[in-house]
């Protein structure tokens, strides 16, 4: 046996007696690891973990050799280092931490990573209030980069040295001084400053953009981005950058702020208190929820309450809570003037008025969209609490070549229908637009009937074209009320009658004698996308028709029918000859109002208003007058107002928040999410409202009726043009009606064409007598109807969809539909004509007449708002179970009696 010695890094030694054979192999191997022989041993120095494990193999090292052998190759770690194998393992750290490597051992100064750490770091930067706190999260960050790694030395003893020489360098605390103020943000309510922009946050901020959706000639709903945070919102000078942005989005900015490394100081403020000289609002249970619930929301967000749940008496409880400078916007003069009243009738303060003829601001103001954007440099700073009133658009109807059909079902369908323009042709729709509604809303009413428009929209006068507000009593409009071929028979093809429209399909050789001319300017006004299309080939002539196919007009020149049409010259008084067959008669105004009342429905889907662009002409005919298309972008109204008033505390009042095509965010973006949503339930409970008893009653169309719907083919319009006028709907209804009156029922019949409310009315005038009137778009003194209506005088109103819009209708009872389309939104509004409470009032009855094995009855599913109203009934009926349905209702409401 040979006795074997081995000393390893200078204080470890090894004694074996191997055979000579073993102690050869080994000693060969030692060489190999760069151990020498001195005479006495082989001597030797090892600093990997590696190369321990080796030699424990090699020398049949014990327990205790092996701890002593790891305790030899310890780095020293009271002077802040560690050893490591791979300081790749680390990732990516500075060469000049890693101080020394010897044997494949590298040795890492943590007290440098410290340094470096405040140095170069961005994840907290903004995080922290002091430098100890800072340090102690650079320790953290490097602990958790060691985790798991082979690491020499003893590791939490060289963080407690190198946060301990850390702590003590002062130049390393003023580096973090500096960096602190580098990296300070001070965020006010709607600006930050900084001293430098980073990349990393100016593409955050470009990035903040609404969601907005236009609907295009395809049918697509095509997705825009409008920008919060525009380039001129960010200014920049010698030492500063100034960050501009909507006050809602504080705490969006706060987050981008602090993910991009800022440190974010909130500069102080403090809302101002203004005097409530008294209270007399008392809340309903669930009116108290919803205030709490925005309170507790930090005094932001939409509260949801179906009409006719107070939502004004919420507004005016939050201002009488909060004592807060406040702006509340609406859409309308008399919106503003009724807030007015309301505001000092229940809470004792004058307020201001802003819009319509005031200019008065007030620590508390009632202001019109259109007035507060003029103003709104002005007043952007003058409020702590702004509320956003809800708005009405309009669904009126236009002259296609299918025939009548609201222009919201239009948009909404993405329709591929022609419609007629001012030119007396039918031309394509070549975009579908729908619109959040900022703008006014104006009543036009004419000879022939009326228009609710936008402020803005431009309709067609005897001067050319004019934005709808800028009208007067006495201007002359153009009416859509005959074609040429009908002059002789003495018919006319007005808006209301049923059937196709066609682009002259008989045309007859027509004489007119110009008496007017309108040259390019007036007829096109100043909006260039009026231009185009007969660019060159003349003006535009009113005339008189004196002669169709060489036989006089009856009456003369004097009696004769206007028209507008396009003529080749300008000469007034020179006869022109023509082909076409439609013409526009001159209506004269009769009124111009600002729309005051809002549609009394259970919901509202009426934050938007519809348009087309018509290929060529840049005209349609809707409710028979000729308009333009509608050019205007609501969202920039909104913008300017809603995003550049600096109050924080922000409310919206709403009806029903969700929209179909995704663009509900745009009216309550700025005021926060939903914080309180009321149940339909919560409105019976307060007795505001009665629950419905539905019922639904089948009829069959004749055999004439059925051939002419087979041969409709796939035509939607067509077909429910047919479905919804079949005849058998006549006599249901007047079962349905003489039952309701006998009971002492107040009713409205909803038709959704002139012809049938004409046919209707004549069958319930016969039977009923005068209690019976009709309303339709030719109805000029629709107010007294409707005082007569409230006392008792008429009993049983027939209308059409001129009801569908925001007028003020007194309480019935029931409600029969006729006809109409697949709108949910329509049958609400129609619904909401019955289910407001009265005294006695327990319930409400709706009765639906569809034709059964045509597309109505689809169209019935569609519109069924059962998710809106509490029906405690919902039956089916056969046209042949009429006497059974009667006897039901009777028998149901004596209980009631």
């Known amino acids: 046996m040979t006795r074997f010695r081995v000393v390893v890094n200078g204080d470890v030694e090894i004694r074996r007696e191997w055979p000579w054979d073993r102690v050869s192999q080994v000693k060969d191997r030692l060489k190999e690891l760069g151990f020498r022989w001195n005479g006495e041993y082989w001597s030797g120095k090892v600093y990997s973990v590696s190369l321990i494990r080796e030699l424990k193999d090699l020398l049949e090292l014990t327990s205790e050799e092996t701890e002593k052998l790891m305790r030899s190759i ?14 790749g393992s680390l990732g990516s750290i500075p060469s000049d931490c890693v101080l020394n490597e010897e044997g494949g051992l590298f040795i890492v100064s943590l007290s440098c990573l410290i340094r470096d750490f405040i140095k170069s770091d961005r994840n907290y930067i903004g995080d922290v209030s002091s430098f100890e706190e800072y340090v102690d999260k650079a320790v953290e960050n490097i602990r958790q980069l060691l985790a798991g790694k082979a690491v020499i030395g003893d ?185 007015y009243e309301r505001i000092m009738k229940y809470l004792g303060i004058r307020a201001g008025r802003l819009g319509g003829g005031y200019d008065d601001v007030r620590e508390v103001t009632v202001a019109i969209y259109n007035s507060a954007v003029n103003r709104i440099a002005e007043i952007s700073d003058k409020f702590d609490l702004v509320m956003f009133d809800e708005c009405l658009p309009y669904d009126a109807l236009v002259i296609t070549d299918m025939g009548l059909i609201p222009i919201g079902e239009i948009v909404e369908k993405r329709l591929p229908v022609k419609v007629l323009t001012h030119k007396g042709r039918f031309m394509r729709i070549t975009n ?35 934005p709808a507000i800028a009208l007067k009593s006495g201007d002359a409009l153009y009416f859509y009320g005959v074609q040429a071929q009908d002059l002789q028979k003495g018919t006319f093809n007005a808006p ?33 996308a009026n231009k185009g299309g007969d660019e060159g ?50 209506v004269r105004i009769l009124n111009v109002e600002i729309l005051t009342n809002t549609p009394r429905g259970i919901s509202k889907e009426e934050e938007f208003v519809y348009d087309i662009e018509v290929e060529g002409d840049h005209s349609f005919v809707v409710n028979g007058i000729v308009v333009h298309n509608c050019h205007h972008v609501p969202a920039d109204t909104f913008k300017e107002v809603a995003f550049k008033l600096r109050a924080p505390f922000r409310l919206a009042l709403s009806a029903t928040p969700k929209r179909s095509d995704n663009n509900e965010h745009l009216i309550y973006l700025s005021a926060g999410d939903i914080v309180y949503q009321a149940d339909y339930r919560d409105m019976v409970e307060a007795k505001l409202v009665v629950p419905i008893r539905h019922f639904r009653i089948y009829v069959d169309l004749t055999p004439e ?10 035509n939607a319009i067509v077909l429910r043009n047919i479905a919804s006028m079949a005849s058998a709907k006549i006599d249901i209804a007047k079962e349905i009606v003489k039952t309701e009156t006998n009971i002492g029922s107040k009713i ?87 289910v407001r409470a009265s005294n006695g009032k327990v319930e409400a009855r709706v009765y639906e007449i569809v034709t059964r094995n045509t597309i109505e009855e689809a169209l019935s599913e569609g519109r069924h708002v059962k998710g809106e109203v509490l029906e405690t009934e919902c039956r089916r009926y056969l046209a042949n179970e009429i006497k059974r349905l009667i006897s039901h209702v009777i028998g149901s409401t004596q209980l009631f009696h």
Request: aromatic share 8%; hydrophobic share 40%; with cysteine.
């Open 705 to 714: 009726e059925r051939r002419s719907y087979e041969r409709a083919g796939d």
């Open 74 to 87: 310890l780095v020293n770690s009271s002077g802040g280092v560690i050893g490591v194998e791979d300081p």
């Open 748 to 834: 409205i019949v909803f038709t959704q064409f002139i012809k049938q409310a004409e046919e209707v009315y004549k069958v319930l005038k016969d039977e009923l007598g005068p209690i019976v009137t009709l309303i339709t778009s030719r109805t000029s003194d629709r107010d007294s109807i409707f005082r007569a209506f409230a006392r008792g005088t008429y009993r049983v109103i027939v209308t059409t969809t001129v009801l569908d819009e925001g007028v003020d209708v007194p309480d019935a009872d029931v409600a029969v539909i006729l006809s109409g389309t697949g709108s949910q939104r329509q049958m609400i509004q129609r619904v909401g004509r019955v």
């Open 496 to 528: 209301g009658s049923v059937g196709s429209l066609c682009d002259c399909p008989q045309s007859k050789a027509t004489e007119i004698k110009i008496v007017e001319t309108m040259n390019a300017s007036q007829e096109e006004g100043e909006n260039p």
């Open 432 to 466: 579908y637009f729908k619109i959040p509604l900022i703008k006014r809303l104006v009543r036009i009413t004419h000879e022939k009937g009326e228009l609710v428009t936008t402020e803005d929209h431009l309709i067609l006068t005897q001067d050319g074209w004019k």
């Open 155 to 339: 590791a939490e003893l060289a963080l407690r040295r190198a946060r301990e020489f850390a702590l003590a360098n002062n130049k390393l605390r003023d580096l973090f001084m500096r960096r602190v103020e580098w990296w300070t943000a001070k965020l006010s309510l709607d600006s930050a400053e900084l001293h430098f922009l980073s990349r990393e946050l100016y593409e955050k901020l470009k990035d903040l953009t609404i969601p907005y959706y236009i609907v295009d000639k395809e049918g697509n709903l095509n997705k825009h981005d409008l920008r919060l945070i525009r380039k001129d919102d960010i200014i920049k000078d010698s030492d500063k950058v100034m960050i501009k942005f909507p006050i809602f989005l504080k705490d969006t900015v706060r987050e981008l702020l602090a993910k991009s490394g800022y440190k974010v100081v909130d500069l102080p403020w403090s809302p101002r208190q203004i005097q409530i000289p008294k209270d007399e609002i008392k809340l309903l249970p669930f009116q108290e929820r919803a205030l709490d619930s925005w309170l507790r929301a930090g005094k932001k967000g939409t509260i949801v309450v179906p009409t006719g749940g107070g939502k004004t008496f919420i507004a005016l409880k939050t201002l009488a809570t909060v004592r807060v400078p406040t702006i509340i916007l609406v859409i309308t003069e008399e919106l503003m003037n009724q807030w």
């Open 537 to 586: 080939k003349g003006s535009k002539g009113v005339g008189i028709v004196t002669k169709i196919n060489g036989e006089t007009v009856e009456g003369g020149p004097e009696y004769g029918t206007w028209g507008l049409l396009s003529i080749d010259s300008t000469t007034k008084g020179k006869e022109y000859k023509t082909d076409c067959g439609a013409f526009f008669v001159p």
